[in-house]
């Protein structure tokens, strides 16, 4: 039995469809049945709980063989990121009281850094407060998700790929969230270590690139535009962030495009994606046509 955070989500889903796909057995802890009730239907275990109460995630660890955690995302944090550690702290102490043979957590590229990383903060936070675990450890720095392009479909009509990545043609390390479920599966399932492992998961993938992929599946060019630096609290609003809190979504960008989330951090594995961006445009495209 393996425990999985965030079932409901693109990376929680794929691992969990990983692990049943190896016919292991999945456990996750959710604030409701009725939102992941597909999820019954598929024979896992949901226990009901919050990722802040340290005894109701304690009881999702009961008897598991390894456990995957993460942290829900967060486009407005509060200054201090609390949000981010009270999460993490109820990890850590339930970790400690009950602690599974494995822990494999999911972070970003970036997080080896403390500080202008913008919302990537609260995962270096994470992989900080994982580092005294008793259980073995791998951290998963995974790159930017190809999924978070597929507003692309509905907005490049006209042949114009909107981005944050300036200049377009700069590669920064990007992944599909099915191959992070994918590694994540492999890592729970796979055999064990000792201590603490950081695994890089991606490739060097440019915005221009993506937009040529995004072109194949619409079959008609599409090009990369990057967002002026200026437009960008704007934009982010659009996109629901409240007006004033779109600094950590801004430096997170700043970062991306600074080389501070690129391959090839001393000490750490690396995983290459297999997964190319058409592919999850196609995929995208298909079931919204089924």
Same mark, same amino acid.
């Given at each position: 039995?393996?425990?999985?955070? *965030?079932?409901?989500?693109?990376?929680?889903?794929?691992?969990?469809?990983?692990? /049943?796909?190896?016919? &292991?057995?999945?456990?996750?802890?959710?604030?409701?049945?009725?939102?992941? +009730?597909?999820?019954?239907?598929?024979?896992? =275990?949901?226990?009901?709980?919050?990722?802040?109460?340290?005894?109701?995630?304690?009881?999702?660890? =009961?008897?598991?063989?390894?456990?995957?955690? #993460?942290?829900?995302?967060?486009?407005?944090?509060?200054?201090?990121? &609390?949000?981010?550690?009270?999460?993490?702290?109820?990890?850590?102490?339930?970790?400690?009281?009950? $602690?599974?043979?494995?822990?494999?957590?999911?972070?970003?590229?970036?997080?080896?850094?403390?500080?202008? /990383?913008? #919302?990537?903060? +609260?995962?270096?936070?994470?992989?900080?407060?994982?580092?005294?675990?008793?259980?073995?450890?791998?951290?998963?720095?995974?790159?930017?998700?190809?999924? @978070?392009?597929?507003?692309?479909?509905?907005?490049?009509?006209?042949?114009?790929?909107?981005?944050?990545?300036?200049?377009?043609?700069?590669?920064?390390?990007?992944?599909?969230? @099915?191959?992070? *479920?994918?590694?994540? +599966?492999?890592?729970?399932?796979?055999?064990?270590?000792?201590?603490?492992?950081?695994?890089?998961?991606?490739? #060097?993938?440019?915005?221009?690139?993506?937009?040529? !992929?995004?072109?194949?599946?619409?079959?008609?060019?599409? &090009?990369?535009?990057?967002?002026?630096?200026?437009?960008?609290?704007?934009?982010?609003?659009?996109?629901?962030?409240?007006?004033?809190?779109?600094?950590?979504?801004?430096?997170?960008?700043?970062?991306?495009?600074?080389?501070?989330?690129?391959?090839?951090?001393?000490?750490?594995?690396?995983?290459? *994606?297999?997964?190319?961006?058409?592919?999850?445009? $196609?995929?995208? !495209?298909?079931?919204?046509?089924?």
């Amino acid at each position: 039995m393996f425990l999985v955070m *965030g079932i409901t989500g693109k990376v929680g889903g794929a691992t969990a469809k990983h692990l /049943l796909s190896h016919g &292991k057995r999945v456990r996750a802890l959710v604030r409701s049945r009725e939102r992941a +009730a597909e999820w019954m239907d598929k024979g896992l =275990d949901l226990v009901e709980g919050d990722w802040n109460n340290t005894a109701e995630i304690q009881r999702a660890l =009961d008897g598991v063989d390894g456990a995957f955690v #993460m942290l829900p995302a967060v486009w407005a944090p509060s200054p201090d990121f &609390k949000e981010a550690k009270g999460v993490i702290a109820s990890y850590v102490e339930a970790l400690t009281k009950t $602690a599974p043979p494995r822990v494999v957590a999911l972070s970003s590229m970036g997080a080896n850094r403390t500080s202008g /990383l913008g #919302m990537i903060t +609260a995962l270096s936070l994470l992989e900080q407060g994982f580092r005294d675990l008793a259980s073995p450890v791998a951290v998963v720095r995974a790159g930017g998700f190809f999924e @978070n392009f597929l507003y692309g479909l509905h907005v490049a009509q006209g042949g114009t790929l909107p981005v944050y990545y300036n200049p377009t043609s700069r590669k920064s390390t990007m992944v599909a969230t @099915n191959d992070i *479920g994918a590694e994540v +599966a492999t890592l729970l399932t796979g055999p064990m270590w000792s201590g603490h492992r950081v695994i890089e998961l991606g490739s #060097m993938v440019s915005a221009d690139e993506v937009a040529a !992929q995004l072109g194949d599946v619409m079959q008609h060019d599409v &090009k990369a535009f990057a967002v002026p630096r200026a437009e960008w609290p704007a934009a982010f609003e659009q996109l629901g962030i409240p007006k004033g809190q779109t600094g950590p979504a801004e430096a997170m960008f700043e970062a991306v495009n600074a080389g501070w989330m690129d391959l090839g951090v001393a000490g750490t594995e690396h995983v290459a *994606g297999t997964t190319l961006p058409r592919d999850v445009f $196609a995929a995208a !495209q298909k079931a919204a046509t089924a």
